[in-house]
Antibody, heavy 122, light 106 residues
Framework: EVQLVESGGGLVKPGGSLRLSCAAS????????MNWVRQAPGKGLEWVGRIKSKADGGAIDYAAPVKGRFTMSRDDFENTLYLQMNSLKSEDTAIYYC?????????????WGQGTLVTVSS | DIQMTQSPSSLSASVGDRVTITCRASQTISIYLNWYLQQPGKVPKLLIYAASSLQSGVPSRFSGSGSGTDFTLTIDSLQPEDFATYYCQQSYSIPRTFGQGTEVEI
């Protein structure tokens, strides 16, 4: 069974940093591309970024609002996805979900973690 | 960036109704269109990928159609658990973008 478990969320002051983790199990993590998607309170879904597998080059793409402030990485030995968030702003307040990137017959977010809440406030 | 626009933003329906939600892309995206359902307080769930392919385990009352810029999600015989918010999402290009959501209310 595929499981994605996020952790690391919490309350942080504007300008601060936080690192989120997503522990993966039940699938061949090192072969999968992974994403972060966020959802501000009462708002819709927003894609944050994607990291490809090392076998596919390991390229990382980011959404414009987080580019230069957020860094995605992966540890294929620990089956863990990370999101390092720096220079946090109030508009980064959201639930952050990690998702797998299904690519059989399309390209979609097929498995989601339960999310971790990040609150940026003074 | 490709803009995704859903209509309506919300709708009211009854159990047993047939419901249709539309999604329009700001440029052609072939069939790279996915649909998700999010029940209140829950994690989003994939319903349809590649415009019309039903995700494993999703009931057959859900169906999707369309290509290019115009897409439709149809729910035949709405069930109580279907009252939720639905999102479309394009996977044609980076950045991935979502529609604003359609809330289906009782």
């Amino acid at each position: 069974e595929v499981q994605l478990v996020e952790s690391g969320g919490g309350l942080v002051k504007p300008g601060g940093s936080l690192r989120l983790s997503c522990a993966a199990s039940g699938f061949n993590f090192k072969e999968d591309w992974m994403n972060w998607v966020r959802q501000a309170p009462g708002k819709g879904l927003e894609w944050v970024g994607r990291i490809k597998s090392k076998a596919d080059g390991g390229a990382i793409d980011y959404a414009a609002p987080v580019k230069g402030r957020f860094t995605m990485s992966r540890d294929d030995f620990e089956n863990t996805l990370y999101l390092q968030m720096n220079s946090l702003k109030s508009e980064d307040t959201a639930i952050y979900y990690c998702t797998t990137d299904g690519r059989f017959g399309g390209d979609y977010f097929d498995y989601w973690g339960q999310g971790t809440l990040v609150t940026v406030s003074s | 960036d490709i803009q995704m626009t859903q209509s309506p933003s919300s709708l009211s329906a009854s159990v047993g109704d047939r419901v249709t939600i539309t999604c329009r892309a700001s440029q052609t995206i072939s069939i790279y269109l996915n649909w998700y359902l999010q029940q209140p307080g829950k994690v989003p769930k994939l319903l349809i990928y590649a415009a019309s392919s039903l995700q494993s385990g999703v009931p057959s009352r859900f169906s999707g159609s369309g290509s290019g810029t115009d897409f439709t999600l149809t729910i035949d015989s709405l069930q109580p658990e279907d009252f939720a918010t639905y999102y479309c999402q394009q996977s044609y290009s980076i950045p991935r973008t979502f529609g604003q959501g359609t809330e289906v209310e009782i």
